[in-house]
């Protein structure tokens, strides 16, 4: 497929009503939000049944809870769409890369849209929350491995933030790749050291409010339940620079050497995909 803007009527956020599976089964319990702008989305997908967690860190989950967490999903990347065909192209996955393709047929029943897997059996079914208003902004942070951006791969995603409207969905990728064609519950399993564990579930994803939540930028839902209620950021550590087509972003982190704990400060340049208005990070 040749990539190429999605349509206006895919952009915005929508939440998923149900799914029907080829064996049977059908899921209309499962929280699914998936926010769409032009070229990029993000998505993000938790079980009714996830607990909800009150530990700061995963080093004290107990194995049942780190597995409850582990059947949890969630993408971000590109989105290609060609003649009511649409491919979404995972650059950073919560669960191993599997060999199919993420590929579905869309069409309309009166005001649901419909989604029918092409490679896989699958009908989701799909109603819109909000359209955004027009305003969507997409940022991506990536290794610095080019200055190219059209040669950016899936190989070197790092984060991804994704607008629409007063809406977003965040992704921080982990720092290492998980082996394919399996599930993270498998890797859970087969990790025998605790450490390997807490790294297969540090993959954040996002969903929530930038400016009309309880906080700016408050986090309702995410892959780390932890984050849950809190704030993504501050916009006070963020400085944009339309001129650079990017955002720098001042992250703060515990020295933990120094004796007297001193924070450091790192820079973090966020490339500029889409911009909106702007008025998300003004407060």
């Not at 989305?41 to 967490?69: E, N, Y």
């Not at 780390?224 to 550590?237: K, M, N, V, Y």
């Not at 955002?247 to 703060?252: E, K």
Request: glycine residues 8%.
């Amino acid at each position: 497929m040749m990539a190429s803007a999605v349509p206006d009527w895919l952009r915005g956020l929508w939440k998923r009503l149900s799914i029907e599976t080829g064996d049977g089964q059908r899921d209309t319990e499962t929280q699914v939000f998936y926010l769409q702008t032009s070229t990029c989305f993000g998505d993000l997908r938790i079980p009714i049944d996830r607990p909800g967690l009150t530990q700061a860190s995963f080093s004290s989950l107990a194995l049942a809870d780190a597995l409850a967490l582990s059947r949890q999903q969630g993408f971000a990347g590109i989105t290609q769409f060609e003649q009511g065909c649409c491919q979404w192209m995972r650059y950073i996955d919560y669960q191993p890369p599997q060999p199919v393709r993420d590929i579905g047929l869309l069409y309309w029943d009166n005001d649901i849209l419909i989604e029918e897997g092409i490679d896989q059996i699958y009908r989701e079914e799909w109603q819109k929350v909000d359209d955004g208003n027009g305003d969507y902004t997409a940022l991506v942070l990536t290794e610095a491995l080019t200055d190219d951006p059209s040669s950016h791969s899936a190989t070197n995603w790092q984060a991804s933030l994704v607008i629409a409207g007063d809406y977003f969905v965040y992704t921080q990728n982990r720092s290492f790749s998980l082996p394919s064609n399996g599930s993270l519950t498998d890797c859970l399993l087969q990790a025998t050291a605790p450490e390997k564990q807490q790294d297969y579930l540090a993959c954040e994803i996002s969903f929530g409010h930038c400016r009309s939540g309880r906080v700016p930028w408050e986090i309702q839902r995410s892959t780390i339940p932890q984050r849950e209620g809190s704030a993504l950021w501050s916009a006070s550590d963020l400085t944009i620079d339309l001129e650079n087509q990017r955002v720098l972003q001042a992250t703060h982190q515990n020295d933990s050497g120094e004796v007297e704990r001193k924070m450091q400060q790192e820079i973090r340049e966020w490339q500029i995909w889409e911009w909106g208005t702007g008025q998300v990070f003004v407060f």
